[in-house]
């Protein structure tokens, strides 16, 4: 077992490096307070779109899709709260002709009407939706059938449609794959104005490099066309992008393109599959990357953001894919709690990837998991006294799926009390809440005997002192 990495105090986080002492117990590219990712747990494919002071993020549920979606919503751009949709779902968007893989790939627009439109796709088809709310309830536009069926264009793959809403209000949908991860096809087609079909004939409009995921971007008059070349579970995935003179083109890629790749001197696996959003005067990219450490045989992505700059010359700068992320998504709450770089100790870890330790340091790219075989796992948080404590949030690594536990509290750690108790009825959500104000030196996270170890792993553990 690795040794825990020492306590560190807020305000270190504030220098450029990391001392030579916890910079020693951290894993590469493993820093504490690293904005990016900027969820707890695997997102791919992710959209974003803002509404009335509030942003939300739409993602693929990882590995490899699910039932349904993942959404967040944040009013900050760094703290994030899991929110369930009912539509999109597996079960609501199956045609004859849907397959068999789950729900992927979404990506959310405000229409010209003021309502929100969502394409995404379900069985290897596209099917679009409409709301009043980035929440919804979201309808599909179409009843029971798929706005693009899955043999639309034989020998391409219909997926990652991507929604673009031009100056003049009109809406494009871009969207296609290939298939056994080669001859990755672009189309795009122009919506009619109640969303129901296309206003006219899909034309194939796809640049050098191409293969999935093409996310229209409008600048200085151009329209880039950005989108993912490579393979998603290999280190080869990349962004690129190419120019046109109008939403069809044709879009001629820069010689500075690809603009996003993998790093593996920093732990930077395959980012892409991206989407490009504004906030205070500035570009910003939000893109998937792997999990750390990667594991081409667990597909884990993780949602990041990064500054993007696309000049008045018809070019996007390249990025630089960071850990830190940029100012707008710093400082989540864990940095300023009571938790942040407590003594943690545990029942056992699976990995050296899992130090306990690592619930406390408020970077979603590091967590701790028991050991898989483990029965009746703890996890033990030393605060160094005795504290007025106000609430508790947890972020495990499934936001979706059920979680059985029982909180305690102790000033001794001989004698425990129990604040809460998710045994019966089982947790679900990010972040689980606990509001029983107490006053403790020492909580632990227990699981029952019939919980497998193999179940049991979490990103953060953040205790808030009382008010």
């Known amino acids: 077992m690795m040794p825990m990495f020492p306590r560190f105090a807020a305000a270190a986080l504030l220098l450029a490096t990391l001392s030579p002492a916890l910079a020693a117990e951290l894993l590469p590219g493993q820093e504490p307070a690293a904005a990016n990712p900027i969820l707890p747990g695997y997102y791919g494919d992710p959209s974003v779109v803002s509404f009335e002071g509030k942003h939300y993020v739409y993602a693929t549920l990882d590995p490899w899709g699910d039932q349904t979606l993942g959404c967040w919503e944040s009013g900050d751009w760094k703290n994030w709260s899991y929110r369930v949709l009912a539509w999109p779902?597996?079960?609501?968007?199956?045609?004859?002709?849907?397959?068999?893989?789950?729900?992927?790939?979404?990506?959310v627009v405000r229409a010209p009407d003021g309502r929100f439109l969502m394409a995404v796709s379900v069985g290897n088809e596209v099917w679009l939706?409409?709301?009043?709310?980035?929440?919804?309830?979201?309808?599909?536009?179409?009843?029971?059938?798929?706005?693009?069926?899955?043999?639309?264009?034989?020998?391409?793959?219909?997926?990652?449609?991507?929604?673009?809403?031009?100056?003049?209000q009109s809406v494009y949908v871009y969207w296609g794959s290939g298939l056994a991860w080669k001859n990755g096809h672009c189309f795009v087609a122009r919506l009619n104005a109640d969303f129901t079909g296309f206003a006219d004939e899909p034309r194939d409009v796809t640049p050098t490099h191409y293969f999935e995921g093409p996310l229209m971007v409008k600048r200085h008059g151009k329209y880039f066309l950005t989108y993912s070349n490579g393979i998603t579970v290999k280190d080869t995935y990349q962004v690129h992008y190419a120019v046109g003179d109008n939403p069809y083109g044709p879009f001629t890629e820069p010689d500075n393109s690809p603009i996003l790749v993998t790093d593996k001197s920093r732990n930077v696996i395959s980012p892409g599959h991206h989407t490009v959003f504004q906030e205070g005067g500035k570009d910003y990219i939000l893109y998937h990357r792997h999990s750390i450490p990667f594991d081409p045989k667990f597909i884990s992505r993780q949602a990041c953001v990064d500054e993007l700059s696309i000049t008045a010359d018809g070019r996007i700068a390249k990025v630089t894919p960071t850990h830190q992320g940029p100012a707008l998504v710093q400082g989540k709450a864990e940095t300023k709690a009571l938790s942040f770089g407590a003594t943690v100790t545990a029942s056992s870890q699976a990995t050296e990837h899992n130090l306990p330790a690592f619930v406390v340091d408020?970077?979603?790219?590091?967590?701790?998991?028991?050991?898989?075989?483990?029965?009746?796992?703890?996890?033990?948080?030393?605060?160094?006294?005795?504290?007025?404590?106000?609430?508790?949030?947890?972020?495990?690594?499934?936001?979706w799926k059920p979680y059985r536990f029982t909180v305690q509290t102790s000033d001794d750690a001989k004698t425990w009390r129990t604040v809460a108790d998710f045994t019966k009825t089982?947790?679900?959500?990010?972040?689980?809440?606990?509001?029983?104000a107490v006053n403790a030196r020492y909580l632990r996270l227990v699981f029952p005997e019939d919980v497998a170890g193999s179940a049991i792993s979490l990103f953060e553990w953040s205790v808030e002192a009382a008010r």
Not at 89 to 107: D, M
Not at 134 to 143: A, D, K
Not at 369 to 392: H, N, T
Request: charge should be negative; charged fraction near 20%.
């Open 129 to 168: 939706g409409v709301a009043d709310h980035p929440l919804g309830p979201w309808r599909n536009v179409l009843g029971d059938k798929p706005f693009i069926s899955r043999n639309f264009r034989p020998g391409f793959h219909m997926i990652d449609a991507e929604l673009f809403v031009d100056d003049d």
């Open 89 to 107: 779902t597996k079960a609501a968007c199956t045609s004859p002709e849907s397959g068999r893989n789950g729900v992927w790939a979404p990506s």
């Open 426 to 436: 089982p947790a679900v959500g990010s972040p689980i809440e606990v509001k029983d």
């Open 362 to 399: 408020a970077n979603y790219a590091t967590r701790w998991a028991a050991a898989p075989a483990e029965k009746g796992a703890w996890l033990q948080m030393d605060l160094g006294s005795v504290k007025a404590i106000g609430s508790q949030a947890l972020r495990f690594e499934y936001a």
